[in-house]
């Protein structure tokens, strides 16, 4: 226990930033603080948007060592320090490394109960990872998926006792910050984008291939021959960024697109998107998605991962095969010249979002699956 009481719970994560950070510290704001006392342990420093509202502890880098086998070994040890110091009553765990660890400590003893997440659907896990999470299987306590299809790999991949894995899905909070009509155009204006374009935008993480934004790029033409008046949005940063900047000037898009780096309010460019986009070839369940649904924008999504879960085809925007360019190109399209269709799917949108991807439901969830295993 912790003090006065309180449930001592430890996050331990490899990072802690992107979607699946803005959603743990997003989460963290809803727990009564006099009955949970929540510490993160982080391998990496903060690259969220949210800032943290709990005790955050980096661990040090490794300088020479920072490498495999040594960083691991470096960081078990530290984190093993950290675990036996604070005595947490729960552990839960994300990424790869991090749930490894969470379980060696759990086969010491040094952990009484261990909860892990599963964020997507272990693309960047291979044959090497999965052994050693089907060869531990039986030390979580539970495993928590954020959505049925993240589930269903879990089962199949990690060969996992059913009664072990629940889905509970991501969320954002109950009311998107509102957006003026005067900072709606000082946003425009800041990107050179005019009042008579249609604002097609992508949030992603341009490290990670799996996002598909290349294949955003190839639907552009397509669309702009269609809708001239369409502009293409990228908010994002990463390794791939330079890659894509020379794909749009090789396919003649350079003037359509633009690349407004990461944005920490964000909520400033979901508010002049006509249509939210995300092009990915595998997905846990998309906090863009909810977001821009979250503030009245269709989204256009590949029939991947979580995304079925999160948007109703034809009624909150459309679904369509991943890799798909055409039909992705038609799709969207298809909202861009229809005004009322915007519209309507629009407020869909924003209804099932505050209907059935609550954050402060989702905080009450986590927190009584720690009661029950407590």
């Not at 659907?121 to 299987?137: D, I, M, P, S």
């Not at 991949?157 to 991501?170: A, F, K, W």
Request: proline letters at 5%; a positive charge.
């Amino acid at each position: 226990m912790g003090a006065n009481g309180a449930t001592r719970v430890v996050f331990l994560t490899d990072d802690l930033g992107g979607g699946t950070g803005n959603h743990l510290l997003s989460m963290m704001k809803y727990w009564d603080k006099n009955s949970w006392q929540v510490e993160i342990l982080s391998r990496a420093p903060l690259s969220a948007r949210v800032s943290p509202d709990v005790p955050v502890r980096y661990l040090p880098q490794n300088g020479l060592f920072n490498r495999y086998p040594f960083n691991q070994i470096l960081d078990f040890s530290r984190i093993r320090k950290e675990i036996g110091e604070r005595s947490p009553r729960i552990v839960h765990a994300y990424f790869f490394w991090s749930i490894l660890f969470g379980r060696i400590l759990k086969w010491e003893g040094k952990i009484r109960t261990l909860v892990e997440n599963r964020e997507d659907q272990g693309f960047g896990w291979g044959a090497h990872e999965y052994a050693w999470l089907r060869r531990t299987k039986g030390l979580p306590d539970r495993i928590i998926c954020v959505s049925e299809a993240v589930r269903q790999v879990v089962l199949a991949r990690e060969q996992v006792n059913e009664d072990r894995v629940e889905v509970i899905r991501n969320g954002v909070d109950p009311f998107p910050v509102s957006v003026s009509v005067e900072e709606a155009t000082e946003t425009r204006s800041e990107l050179g984008i005019d009042a008579d374009h249609l604002v097609v935008g992508m949030v992603a993480n341009f490290n990670r291939s799996v996002k598909g934004v290349s294949r955003f790029l190839d639907a552009i033409p397509e669309i702009v021959r269609e809708v001239p008046s369409a502009r293409f949005l990228l908010l994002g940063r990463g390794k791939e960024e330079k890659a894509l900047r020379e794909k749009a000037r090789a396919l003649g898009i350079e003037p359509f697109v633009l690349f407004a780096g990461f944005k920490p309010d964000i909520h400033r460019y979901y508010a002049i998107m006509d249509v939210s986009a995300l092009t990915s070839f595998s997905e846990g369940l998309s906090i863009t998605l909810l977001e821009s649904m979250r503030c009245g924008v269709p989204v256009v999504a590949t029939r991947v991962g979580g995304n079925p879960e999160v948007v109703v085809d034809g009624v909150t925007g459309y679904l369509v095969p991943p890799g798909d360019v055409p039909a992705f190109a038609s799709r969207t399209v298809e909202i861009l010249v229809d005004k009322d269709l915007r519209r309507r799917m629009g407020e869909e949108a924003r209804r099932r979002v505050m209907r059935d991807f609550r954050l402060d439901d989702v905080a009450s969830r986590y927190l009584a699956l720690y009661e029950r295993l407590g």
